[in-house]
């Protein structure tokens, strides 16, 4: 099926009733589809639950925890942006940063870190280094920023 755009629209992402549209190549292609709702599945579940507990161990976090990630963040997305004139894309926030090294913790540790399960305790008690962004960045989980060193407040 191929979908026409009308009002000098270059692309066009979104439901429209049951049809999905998606852009791609900065606007230059505009994909079109029958929206179907997925089987969910054990590993949906399995994703429902870590991502849940994600969610709740961030906000557990120290406010000035989560302003280092929100510093870092910001930090990175001006020094670490490409470059390059094509496609540009948008850095990632805090919390998705947050899960990123959560995500490369636990396999750095397979069969004792459980992110479906883990608390801020296990954390803090397993030496980790998600303790303090800084400590992320000494280990190689996040590229290097300025001022990178100050970021040291404890979860």
């Not at 280092?68 to 963040?73: A, E, H, N, Q």
């Not at 296990?122 to 590229?143: A, E, F, H, T, Y």
């Amino acid at each position: 099926m191929k979908a026409t755009l009308n009002y000098n629209l270059r692309g066009y992402s979104g439901k429209l009733g049951d049809v999905v549209y998606s852009s791609y190549y900065n606007y230059r292609l505009c994909h079109s589809r029958i929206f179907r709702y997925p089987t969910l599945t054990d590993t949906h579940s399995r994703m429902r639950e870590i991502n849940n507990n994600l969610n709740a161990l961030y906000m557990q976090a120290s406010e000035a925890y989560r302003q280092d990630w929100k510093t870092y963040s910001l930090r990175n997305a001006m020094e670490n942006r490409s470059r390059s004139g094509g496609i540009y894309k948008q850095m990632p926030p805090a919390k998705a940063l947050f899960v990123q090294c959560m995500w490369k913790w636990a396999k750095a540790n397979p069969g004792v870190v459980n992110l479906g399960s883990v608390t801020k305790e296990d954390i803090i008690n397993m030496d980790s280094p998600l303790r303090m962004v800084s400590s992320c960045v000494q280990c190689g989980w996040l590229k290097g920023v300025w001022g990178w060193e100050s970021l040291n407040n404890q979860m």
